[in-house]
């Protein structure tokens, strides 16, 4: 809908008032989005390889759209509440009440996790601009419901990729708001984040516990030679699968069909378990992905797609007015919370990861401008 009301500007044709920083974003999203091109046409992907990369370039008019004509902060804070809301309630129907072991959503446990928590943490970013308003504690509430809400569909979830990057997370949030706040509430933060995270793991419903204690297994037994093909066995296993492939081809890289085959030549040598091997697409980590199959300019694309935006987010983190502090605070979000993601899966390789981040993207740097107008 983005997309197609875009189409609006080649009839008003809006004064954007463009500058270096919107060009750097839109050439990051369209260097990215190339690159994936280029792999598909060259590694005989078809348009089914198409399909994902050209989203960053149908972001682009979405975000100018909304730089023309940018929304109500009140409407883009209640979307991310009522979807984090959505996220987590459905999370915890499937969790407490049909009692699977993880919540999947609608999709596959992982996305479904991660993209929960993402909700949940802006929700956090957007507490400043809540702060702001006239009925300023009505919206702190709304927005606090919907971050432990994302964060318990997170939870629920036990996708435990979405839980490493917390810190820095929290480090973030400190840098944008924790400067600004006196010491007893930076006290009771504190308290209620660590009484938090210890009552997660302490309660049995919340399925932390065992996700935190099968992790550590996992980790003992592949050290030992025991297991190669479980949760983490099998990405210490792709990833050492990966990196041989790199160090092949380190410049162009495999491409989608060649690193598959590539895999499975290692499988068949036994240096990457066989099962492993033929089971998986990706080394479930983004960069590690974007190396092995884009060459070392992929990986520099897929670094800029992330480092860019946050870099230019990230020098309004003190911004005086909360409400373009908390999208900066929220764009610096997006890009941890995605460097995050891909540290145990190639978050972008799924239809939901790219329409996410994306979108996201467009519409927070979109607003952001947008608030630095006169």
């Not at 839109?26 to 994902?52: C, N, P, R």
């Not at 190396?291 to 670094?303: D, Y």
Request: with cysteine.
């Amino acid at each position: 809908m983005l997309l197609l009301g875009s189409s609006v500007m080649l009839v008003k044709r809006p004064g954007l008032g463009l500058d270096r920083r919107d060009l750097a974003i839109m050439l990051a999203m369209a260097a990215y989005a190339a690159v994936g091109i280029a792999e598909a046409w060259w590694d005989g992907q078809g348009w089914s390889g198409v399909d994902k990369p050209i989203r960053f370039v149908l972001a682009i008019p979405a975000m100018l759209l909304v730089m023309a004509y940018p929304p109500r902060l009140s409407w883009l804070w209640s979307g991310l509440v009522i979807g984090a809301i959505g996220a987590g309630s459905w999370a915890g129907w499937q969790k407490l009440v049909v009692g699977v072991e993880r919540a999947t959503g609608y999709t596959y446990v992982i996305q479904f996790g991660n993209l929960s928590m993402l909700l949940g943490i802006l929700c956090l970013a957007g507490l400043g601009w809540a702060y702001a308003q006239r009925h300023r504690h009505a919206w702190l509430t709304f927005l606090a419901i919907g971050a432990l809400f994302g964060i318990l569909g997170s939870l629920f979830s036990g996708s435990r990729g979405g839980w490493v990057g917390i810190p820095f997370i929290l480090l973030v949030l400190y840098r944008g708001y924790g400067r600004h706040l006196p010491l007893r509430l930076k006290v009771a933060a504190a308290a209620l984040v660590l009484g938090g995270a210890a009552l997660v793991y302490a309660v049995p419903q919340t399925g932390v516990q065992p996700r935190v204690l099968k992790a550590f297994e996992d980790i003992e037994r592949y050290a030992e030679g025991e297991s190669r093909t479980s949760s983490l066995g099998a990405r210490f296993e792709m990833w050492k699968g990966a990196t041989r492939l790199i160090m092949e081809k380190p410049v162009i890289g495999w491409g989608e069909n060649g690193y598959r085959q590539g895999m499975e030549a290692l499988g068949d040598e036994d240096i990457v378990h066989p099962r492993v091997a033929e089971k998986y697409g990706h080394p479930h980590n983004e960069f590690l992905n974007a190396f092995a199959k884009r060459g070392v300019i992929g990986l520099g694309v897929l670094l800029a797609l992330y480092l860019v935006p946050m870099s230019l987010f990230g020098r309004e983190l003190h911004a005086p007015d909360l409400q373009r502090r908390s999208l900066a605070i929220a764009g610096v979000l997006l890009s941890v919370a995605y460097i995050d993601f891909g540290l145990s899966q190639a978050f972008l390789t799924h239809n939901s990861g790219v329409m996410m981040f994306a979108f996201l993207l467009a519409v927070l740097w979109g607003c952001f401008r947008a608030t630095g107008r006169p």
